[in-house]
């Protein structure tokens, strides 16, 4: 009868092993994303933002695409840093109407200076500000 018991417990103790290692859960992560916080918006579909230094010249070029045909805005601003804060050096805009637009302009620049590209995007109702270095 010990046996038997013995024999029942032993059984029970494996199954109750096998049982909770199975119920351990595990989180998996995306290798492929990076850190940054993807948005999603009801009317933007995408937008793109260029910046390059070409010796004394700075380029700029953005573009945006909305999931349908709408009022589209874009307007760049190219910042100069200066004692630790930006300030706007140049500015070219854009409105149209449709599905995408893009918009480029150049300005001649200190190499010497740090630059970025400040965006702001428009499509409807919904905006967003993108910055590049």
Do not use: H
Request: aromatic share 6%.
């Amino acid at each position: 009868m010990k046996k038997k018991l013995i024999k029942i417990m032993s059984i029970i103790m494996a199954m109750l092993i096998a049982l909770s290692a199975s119920t351990v859960a595990f989180a998996e992560t995306d290798d492929s994303s990076d850190s940054e916080i993807e948005l999603r918006y009801s009317t933007i579909g995408s937008t793109g933002v260029s910046l390059t230094i070409n010796g004394l010249t700075a380029e700029c070029s953005s573009k945006i695409t909305a999931k349908y045909s709408t009022s589209l805005k874009i307007k760049m601003e190219l910042q100069k840093k200066s004692s630790g804060s930006y300030s706007t050096v140049k500015t070219w805009s854009k409105s149209a109407t449709g599905v995408t637009t893009t918009l480029a302009g150049s300005k001649l620049i200190n190499p010497l200076s740090t630059y970025r590209l400040k965006v702001t995007f428009t499509a409807g109702s919904e905006t967003i500000t993108v910055y590049k270095s």
